[in-house]
């Protein structure tokens, strides 16, 4: 019974999700694009992800019972971040747990463990300096590093120093990045400690301020990714960028523009001052962080796809075009392969995967799908070029996770689709597609080898609701998804046999990278204790459907396969918030393995085999 | 015997200069302002300081007869670095042999043991790079660093190394700060490898062209400080930096831009690129250093005299406003204290004082006379106001040593004079006034109290040619250096009581301060091993003159005060061509007690007494 999804339905926008008993709230939340807020990070201690149930879900936790009373919880108060779904439950989502306008992007890691203890690289000291008098004619530089220990002063801190220190009365905050001195601030600017994490996805931008004395989340923001209007993807972007003498730049500064713009709506949200920001740590793939950082990306595009970055990259904030403090620190992320990127270290990072017991998978499922291998004490990882099928492209009614896309598909006596924004549908993403394919192969309306049977061929018991929808489109057998009565557009919403060709290519080509990542450990799916997910995409994909399909290994059980939502971030906010976990990722860069798939014989016959749907 | 001094006439000038014999004729070139080019630093092996003599010298030295034959030898042919004076001597100076438009500026330290060996900061090493290939992804970084060891790549790095490894087909000459990768240049330049010293001084900037791989000298250059044009000594630019808004970066653009032509008249002369040069070593008094750095000197202009730097100051050229290769890097000399700076670490360095074995006293006399103490294993540093009379300053008829300037008065029977330029004289320099003043001591002209005796007051056995050149001045007794006759302005080059004050206030606050450091060490001066002089106008003095006005202790062999030259430049060179030279100045500014006379108030008793010229 474990393994029957159940509904909830959330109020008042009435979308609905089905779960397995046990999800969390937050996360059944996500899967219906609402995002909750949980500045305290899932701890259950700030109260804003506060909802009120109606329902079977599990008995109060302590922090639950922390923050409400028994009066309360009898009304159905709960906090989404602790509550587990036990059955079918609708759940009133207030306005004010609403994280704001964060629309299809899971900008927040749902349930990921902390990657590493509050370790920042930037300290700040309150100090008082004895003043200089007659015999204490000690350096301004001296002075300072009498009080808190042997710092440099370069230039800048130097050129600072004699003003500021007269200024305040040699009473101030000195701000070091633990061996240089940064600022020397008026007064006690302890508690005034922000640090941001970005991740820069090829198609969106994500940011989180945070507190660097507790490492709390204090805001998250998203953007489109300005880049997108130089090309849909990393290769297109990587010829806009060697193909005009300023390409780089261009695409460099109006990432640089959109991140700092972020910050700028970070700040303001959490009503701080930008120059009490002194570090940034950035994720994304290899080509977005090279294009970030102005550094040409051209052999990324041609055999065999070199970085010009390996070890991650530590930098003055401004030289990234990012206004925080006049002295703050950028890390970048290290990178392990031209396709395998700082995303995938913040990943592994984030994830903590190389601490689990047992072999460990986890997958970025996207454009290029990214997998990583925990086995035997050794990571692994390999990229595939899934194409962009899941992202809604070269699907002919495809589109991205935005309003009127179907983003579900369920066949439970009939057809029912989750249109996100609760409109008439005008096409379909990614999970929807799954979902599709995965409900026809089960009904045999479509066979392993991706053919989609046509009305003559169908099987006579298949559910009338089905069987009515057997169409054509351009000479070959379609399904319609929505007829063209109930669509936005007026016309039907339909899955061709070039749609599901497209899908089994993606499939296919994720499928035979697990399949050789696991081959080459000498393990087979069955083995794997944990499969873990990673991405934007990949949270809003159903499990049992991503198995079916083949996508996901199948003899695994559910509850081993857990979402672990924006990777690429969380590993940024564990890079910005510790040195450790800065140091971590440096490790975890150096000593995963890069598997070239492209090379290997053996990934060819994998693909080509992997084509083929599991048999239902 | 020993103690007279003999005459050494060089020719074509006809400039004479009297010296102790044992003398190398190197010095007793620059005492007569004839600076002899030496790119090997007097090891005796380029051959460039070649001279021929007629006279009494010593026998030639090995490197001598190395390179020259029995015949060339006994022609006279010599080279000035090696041979020693030993009686009256006519010295014929070969155009080839004379440091191009030196001037005034002994730019070179003469007779300076090396400081370090030659370690420079930044390596050079051609590396040839397997190129990236099918199964050999690696970064670019991570490649550079396979052949090159675990050198950090910067933002700027990294933005430069997909270029220029694709350029020079993964073969080039990798720069590197010990560190960081700086460049990485087309084929092999390891030999290409140049650093600068500079020394900024108040009136003078000078600058040497170090080949790095060898240590040696290429060139030389030097020109007037431009600072001057805001104020002739240090306090008067602090005012200027404070006084207007823009001030102190019109003080800093104006000394950059000088020591950024010095640099261009360096490689010109030498014909290498600017680019080659990698490193910059700069050392000035604490104020220079300050202003060339655009640090605010305020706290430099009052009680008790702060500086803000303590540490040398390590940064990039360019933030200096210096052109040399685009991440050359600079080096900026420690400090000890506000009037005890950058200049007075490189004379420690470069005279290596710290490795004699006796009490040593090194003085380097100017406008700020700083002093330095090595005696029972502590370095002690003072420095006193000794005002501008040394530098021509206050004097009636005084001026720098420029054409024009008596330079020296010897009274032999009767008075004569040495006039720069061989011109007729429009006034005196320091070392003329120091001269005049022993003499008229010798002779009675002169009270120890300072008195110059009235026409009828003089002793009855005066020589003729004295007691005729006694006058008037403002009602008070003056002496006549040159009749109005005799002379550029045709008015009489005057010598008047209150130039004499002058130079009593000038000499007792440097023997003031020798005596508190002696006494605080429990030292009286004939306890000195050896005194030591450093500064452009130090070279100029005559020992004997010196000692008999009291500026340097008397009761010292004359043989134990050694010239040093422009130890500032020299400890520069130091610093520019290896680490452990910065290492050294860094220890040495860290050891060095800085003793602050103005708080002593032994040091205004001792000045007092110090003003009472010796008794004959």
Redesign the interface.
Known sequence: MLDTEVAVVFQPSGRTVYVLPGTRLLEAAAGADIVLDQPCGGAGVCGKCRVRVAGECCSPTPAERRMFDEGELAGGLRLACQTSVCGPITVDVPETSLLADAHQILDRAVGTPPAAALDPGVCKRYVELPP???????????RV?RAIGPV????AA??L???RL?ETAFRGTAVTDGHRLLDFEPGNTESEHFAVAVDLGTTTLAAALLDATTGDDLAVAARLNPQTRFGDDVLSRIVYAGGRGDGLEELRRSAAAAVDALIGELTAAAGIRRDRIYEVAVSGNTTMQQLF???????LGA?????????G???EAR??GLHIHTRGRAYVMP?I??FVGGDTVAGILATAMTEEAGPTLLVDIGTNGEIVLWAGGKLTAASTAAGPAFEGARIMHGMRGSTGAIEKVVVDGRLRLNVIGAVPPVGLCGSALIDAAAELLHHGMLTPQGRLLDRDELPPALLPDLAERAAHYDGKPAFVLAPAGETGTGKPVLLTQRDLRELQLATGAIRAGIRILLGRAGLAPEDLQTVLIAGGFGNFIRRKNAQRIGLLPRRIERHRIRYQGNTSLAGAKAAALSRLGRRRAEDIAQATE?V?LS?DPAFHTAFADSMIFPEA
């Open positions: 200089p008098a007659r015999g204490d004619d000690a350096p301004d530089a001296v590093q440099e002063l370069d230039l130097v050129r120093l004699p003003g007269r950082c102005g550094i040409d990306p051209a052999a055999v065999p796809f070199v970085p010009a970055m390996g070890p990259l530590g930098c030289e990234l990178v392969g031209g890069h070239d090379t």
